[in-house]
């Protein structure tokens, strides 16, 4: 199996260093429905349910095909892990499930074969690394697929199920003072007509968020002076979304903006942005080593569609410290340190 070992890295570095590039799972039957014991792969737990068949195709030391029915879905699902691995996926090293959609069982659709869903995970206890990857890339996270006809509104699909890629990767390293998050959620425009390719790759909407904190000094200090930087970044809409009234002319469309219309204040200087501009937010706080009372705060605010950015700075800021000006619509929860 050590091609398998080899495909694992293989798979995995080029989503991993998409720093800037879905969907949720099929219907009824989840991702990390399965867990392993010495290589054995058991998936009872996501094909246990009524109305769910899953017949075993190929199956191996770390791996299995099996075709995935349900009443409007057939499946082939795919998943690896590493040879010889026991346990739950959220305590394996290495796990990569994947569903291509085999055919829609009825309706017009019947047949459709197009898309993929897929997810991968792999940790490194040792070092405290996590990185997750997911795509979705299909008309299959339509829950209901089987349309009557021409006229009826299909059940809606929630907009972080279409056509999305998400990227998540954290390091902690506790002996050396060092933690670091990433973020990324893609979004990509929906199947045009009238051919519904479902390859687009224009995007539509995306949100990002970096985290990075380093000990200054003794890296094993729990109250060694730290270095935070963070930064935030919105961007058009949030994903597709099933148009209501339903039209021949008009099956999706464009969901919530990711940015909201707002504006943020730094110094002297007021940036305003429009539903759907790319803002940018960066705040940067390092503590003065010679000091336990106060830090370097150093915060920006730029609208990357107009161009107007605004910036401020306190070289003295009192700990703990927090932004200058916070915006929660667009950037969630205000930050502070310590």
Not at 45 to 50: E, H
Not at 106 to 125: D, K, N, Y
Request: charged share 15%; proline share 6%.
């Amino acid at each position: 199996m050590k091609q398998l070992g080899s495909f694992k890295y293989f798979f995995g570095l080029p989503l991993l260093c998409m720093a800037g590039s879905a969907f949720a799972n099929p219907p009824l039957v989840n991702f990390n429905g399965w867990s392993a014991n010495a290589g054995a792969i058991d998936t009872t737990a996501s094909c246990s349910a009524a109305g769910i068949t899953c017949t075993t195709q190929v199956q191996d030391n770390g791996f299995l095909i099996e075709k995935v029915e349900t009443a409007d879905y057939t499946y082939l699902r795919f998943v690896i892990t590493d040879p010889n691995a026991t346990g739950a996926t959220s305590d394996l090293e290495f796990s990569a499930e994947t569903f291509l959609p085999f055919a829609f069982n009825a309706g017009p659709t019947a047949g459709i074969s197009q898309g993929i869903s897929s997810l991968q995970v792999i940790r490194e206890a040792a070092t405290g690394f996590e990185s997750t990857a997911e795509l979705q890339r299909s008309m299959m996270r339509l829950e209901n697929p089987a349309m009557i006809d021409n006229t009826t509104v299909l059940e809606p699909t929630p907009p972080e199920d279409m056509y999305s890629i998400k990227l998540s990767q954290t390091i902690t390293d506790e002996e050396n003072g060092y933690a670091d998050t990433f973020d990324y959620l893609g979004y990509t425009a929906f199947a045009t007509l009238p051919n519904m390719n479902p390859d687009s790759d224009v995007t539509i909407g995306r949100a990002m968020e970096i985290t990075q904190q380093v000990a200054i000094g003794e890296s094993n200090d729990p109250s060694a002076t730290k270095q935070t930087f963070q930064q935030k970044r919105r961007m058009g809409v949030s994903g597709n979304s099933i148009a209501n009234p339903f039209s021949n002319t008009n099956y999706f469309v464009e969901g919530n903006p990711l940015s909201s219309a707002n504006s943020m204040t730094l110094g002297d200087a007021t940036v305003t942005w429009a539903d759907g501009d790319e803002i940018v937010s960066n705040w940067l706080v390092q503590e003065d080593i010679m000091s336990d009372t106060t830090a370097l705060v150093h915060q920006t605010i730029e609208n990357k569609t107009t161009g107007a950015s605004a910036v401020q700075t306190d070289i003295s800021a009192s700990l703990p410290a927090t932004p200058f000006a916070w915006e929660p619509v667009n950037f969630g929860t205000e930050p502070s340190i310590p």
